[in-house]
């Protein structure tokens, strides 16, 4: 924890509703910037949706490599 407390690219967020010290680097929040930046992108664009087709095919490849999303992330 000591060489992390250390680290040029830490960056402390505080503390989460438990109470207890939450962390991130600088990495991810130009990560989650970029994110954030695309999406207001595309709610700009008039058409961006999926198929539901493609959309279908990709949940089932997923849920086949085990990965299981909830109703709200489908």
Request: proline share 1%; net charge negative.
């Amino acid at each position: 924890m000591g060489a992390m407390h250390g680290s040029p690219d830490l960056v402390e967020l505080g503390r989460d509703g438990r109470g207890e010290d939450r962390f991130t680097t600088r990495d991810m929040i130009e990560a989650e910037q970029h994110l954030h930046r695309a999406a207001e992108m595309m709610a700009e664009r008039e058409r961006h949706e999926v198929s539901d087709r493609d959309r279908e095919t990709a949940l089932a490849r997923a849920e086949q490599r085990g990965l299981v999303l909830s109703g709200e992330q489908a």
